[in-house]
């Protein structure tokens, strides 16, 4: 009846054979591949394969009319009727005794033992007739009972695969859903866990699997409690609070956890923690604070860009570079004007630090008021004018990078504090903000002013120029490396302008040696380009004086200063600026090693080793004795 029927109605329908003892070997003779959608059966039957599968079971519904036809035809052969039922007896049986004047004795069972028991039993008090399924018939016709099949209408049997296919359709989809959902859930790089109203883990992605060093699908199921210890789920189910960017370690994993419940109206039904590897957050947060800076924030010079061949020059880059190979603060001491930013940019394209930001703040530019919201950024309303968003400091948009800090002097007093906690703990605080954000940062700072005398002055606080000058490099002034002048220029002009500046920049050289510089390269550089431009706009036959008096008579000045003869103005000038050169050197090391106490302050202030300026002495010590 049930294949005709599905035929009738274009649905495939297997059908398999057998009472309550012959569902173990039939359900292994059961294909597993495509898996039953859904079982359609009836009775004790329905009710076994339900236990056995866990597969959905629609049960053939034997309705009142069908049980009344078969009480009509049993009643032909006795008044005495047992009617079996599985576990639930038949309703309005009560009824039917009165209206058809018989009667009804149920037989309810859970097993076939139990069925055929119930069934001697009647057979050894009475003449029953038995009304039930295919076992009820087989044992009344074992112990010598009459009895009749309990049919179902054609109708009822339609009624039931109609709701089967249903069911099956509607399970398809589900099963379609829970499939995408968990090809997403594990696709994401967050490890997902979720736990219902008991605590049983319900789902575990592939992701919290890997990050937790577990078997996914050996936890399903399971309590949370017991399976994942400390995942705190538990607490979450309790107080239904949710708990946002929480660190915990959990089998031995640090991780960052939002655990928030799953509620059902005001109830809490479940919760959820979504989780990553805090090694994994603070990598992304190195890589996203790379993206925001890195259109601003780079260090563009090298040391190939610090042009110099004297040997206080190459001593000096020679130093910075093992100060790069190091995460040391480092102290810059040089006037103005000698290249300290280069030397910083240097070191920080030198060291493991080239690829993350170099952040350069000028201490001095800044009003004192915008400092520290601008070095220690600032939270939603700190005072008026702020962001709504709040705003990331200098030192965090440095993180992991370099982050220079030009004119430390002009830092107030009361900001200094701060800078210490920075350099001691790498750890910032915005203003008006009460959380604690890590920075790995290298810091590097410069002054133009002699760190001993801020310090003595009180503008430096001593425990920070300790700090800051844990490495400590200065800058030699031009006046100390005069025969870098000529390379200088030749860098400043490029090679098309020194060919045509060839003749007036040999003469201007001997100018350029007798000079103090006190504005050092940056002075140099003016001055270059000046004369370039000058040379081009003035008349060709104006001797070098006449235009070093049009754009910088001070030079012309300290030359006549030296007691070079008028008369020599229009004579070409000493071109042997090696010589000159050295006889500056030689007159400001004597200068120097006089007005120090020392030779150790003397090389000090010279910007060169010890063992260099004993050398150097030595020198000229053999020079005037010959």
Same mark, same amino acid.
């Given at each position: ?91 309005? *049986?009560?009824?039917?005794? /009165? ?157 960052? *956890? ?291 008096? /049009? ?64 050398? /150097? ?10």
């Amino acid at each position: 009846m049930a294949l005709a029927i599905a035929d009738e109605l274009s649905i495939s329908l297997e059908v398999y054979v057998g009472g309550m003892d012959d569902l173990p070997s039939l359900l292994n003779q059961i294909k597993k591949d495509p898996p039953v959608d859904v079982f359609v059966s009836r009775g004790g039957n329905a009710g076994l394969l339900g236990e056995l599968t866990g597969t959905p079971v629609i049960q053939v519904r034997t309705g009142p009319f069908d049980v009344l036809s078969c009480i009509a035809i049993a009643k032909e052969i006795s008044c005495n009727i047992a009617l079996t039922s599985y576990r639930e007896p038949f309703l309005g *049986t009560e009824l039917m005794e /009165k209206t058809m004047g018989v009667m009804i004795t149920p037989i309810i069972f859970s097993n076939m033992i139990d069925l055929e028991r119930q069934i001697q039993q009647a057979a050894d008090e009475g003449q029953y007739c038995v009304v039930g399924g295919g076992p009820s018939v087989n044992f009344a016709n074992k112990y010598g009972l009459p009895s009749v099949f309990l049919s179902t209408s054609p109708e009822n049997i339609k009624d039931a695969i109609l709701r089967a296919v249903e069911i099956g359709n509607s399970n398809r989809i589900e099963k379609r859903k829970n499939s995408r959902l968990t090809a997403i859930l594990d696709s994401i790089y967050d490890g997902v866990i979720v736990v219902n109203q008991e605590g049983q883990i319900e789902l575990i992605n592939s992701a919290a699997a890997r990050i937790l060093r577990c078997d996914a699908a050996s936890l399903t199921h399971k309590n949370v409690i017991d399976s994942i210890p400390n995942t705190q789920l538990d607490k979450v189910l309790r107080n239904g609070l949710a708990e946002i960017g929480e660190i915990q370690t959990i089998r031995n994993v640090h991780i960052v *956890t939002n655990r928030v419940p799953i509620k059902d109206g005001e109830h809490t039904v479940g919760a959820v923690a979504t989780f990553q590897e805090v090694a994994g957050v603070m990598k992304a947060e190195r890589k996203v604070r790379r993206e925001i800076t890195a259109g601003g924030f780079k260090a563009r010079f090298n040391f190939q860009d610090v042009i110099g061949t004297t040997p206080i020059m190459e001593e000096k880059k020679e130093m910075a570079k093992w100060f790069a190979e190091s995460n040391l603060t480092v102290l810059i001491y040089g006037p103005s004007g000698t290249g300290k930013e280069l030397f910083a940019q240097s070191i920080h394209n030198y060291s493991s630090r080239c690829c993350s930001p170099f952040v350069a703040v000028n201490c001095g530019a800044l009003p004192p008021s915008l400092l520290e919201s601008e070095l220690f950024g600032y939270e939603e309303g700190a005072f008026t004018g702020a962001s709504r968003k709040g705003k990331s400091g200098l030192f965090e948009l440095a993180h992991t990078g370099t982050i220079f800090l030009d004119e430390i002097e002009a830092l107030p007093i009361e900001l200094q504090s701060r800078l210490l906690r920075v350099l001691q703990e790498r750890e910032v605080i915005r203003v008006g903000g009460e959380q604690i954000i890590p920075v790995d940062i290298r810091v590097i700072a410069a002054t133009n002013q002699s760190p001993d005398r801020l310090v003595a002055d009180k503008k430096m606080r001593s425990d920070l120029f300790y700090r800051l000058s844990v490495l400590y490099l200065e800058i030699p002034s031009l006046a100390m490396r005069k025969p870098d002048i000529p390379l200088l220029c030749q860098h400043f002009l490029g090679p098309d302008a020194c060919k045509d500046l060839k003749p007036v920049m040999e003469k201007v050289m001997y100018y350029f040696a007798a000079y103090s510089w006190p504005g050092n390269i940056r002075e140099l550089y003016n001055i270059v380009q000046r004369l370039a431009f000058f040379r081009k706009k003035s008349n060709i036959q104006d001797t070098v004086e006449e235009i070093l008096q /049009k754009i910088c008579p001070e030079i012309l000045a300290a030359t006549r200063d030296e007691g070079e003869p008028k008369s020599q103005q229009n004579e070409e000038p000493v071109t042997d600026l090696r010589n000159e050169l050295a006889l500056h050197e030689r007159e400001y090391i004597d200068e120097i090693v006089k007005d120090s106490r020392n030779m150790e302050e003397a090389a000090k202030r010279l910007g060169i080793g010890l063992s260099t300026l004993w050398r /150097k002495v030595k020198k000229i010590r053999e020079e005037e004795k010959n």
